[in-house]
């Protein structure tokens, strides 16, 4: 952006510029700071201030999207997230994809997500035992949301609280247990799988 004021006795004149670029795509509208012939809409929806092929000054918005110019048309071009800066709550399944656009190509390129959200709950068996590390959280229905990580310590994602959840003691001899919540779940108390 560029700005100039002059004035005399006889005129006043100011004068602006902007440079850049305006991007309409199926997922709304978005800016670019500069555009070049062959450009990808880059979309990981709810990754917030990822950078874009390791470049700081070029981030995911607010709603996981970025204009990235720097195509190279009739080759393969290495389209990577770095999240490691990121404080957004969803997870990026898969931070690298390929694209090898013609010239003059708006490419798409979606990144999956997981944008439920993510809870950390300390928890051990009823005979004060820790969980065993890496088994399988699931929910009411049986579907895993989830898995036991170091210190007995589980790690889930769901869109709402679950009434409960289900954990393997004993794979062989099909044995779990089953922490209950209340409306909430408090991450900062030690829960009892029974």
């Known amino acids: 952006m560029n700005g100039s004021y002059s004035q005399s006795s006889a005129y006043r004149q100011a004068g602006a510029s902007v440079s850049g670029g305006i991007v309409a795509w199926s997922g709304g509208v978005n800016l670019a700071n500069r555009l070049s012939e062959t450009f990808a809409v880059m979309n990981a929806p709810g990754i917030k201030d990822a950078y874009v092929n390791g470049q700081k000054y070029r981030t ?5 999207v970025v204009v990235y110019d720097g195509m190279t048309p009739y080759r393969e071009n290495y389209l990577m997230l770095d999240v490691s800066q990121s404080d957004s709550e969803a997870e990026l399944r898969g931070n690298r994809k390929i694209a090898a656009p013609y010239r003059g190509a708006v490419v798409l390129v979606n990144f999956d997500t997981d944008q439920r959200k993510p809870w950390f709950i300390k928890a051990l ?3 004060g035992q820790p969980l065993t590390f890496g ?3 699931n929910d009411i229905h049986g579907h895993n949301i989830g898995v036991v990580g170091q210190g007995s310590q589980l790690f889930i994602r769901t869109n709402e609280v679950p009434p409960s959840v289900n954990v393997a003691i004993d794979k062989q001899q099909g044995l779990s247990c089953t922490i209950t919540f209340g409306k909430e779940i408090d991450e900062s108390k030690n829960y009892i799988c029974q």
């Open 135 to 137: 088994y399988e959280v």
């Open 60 to 64: 995911t918005n607010r709603n996981g």
């Open 125 to 127: 068996r009823a005979d």
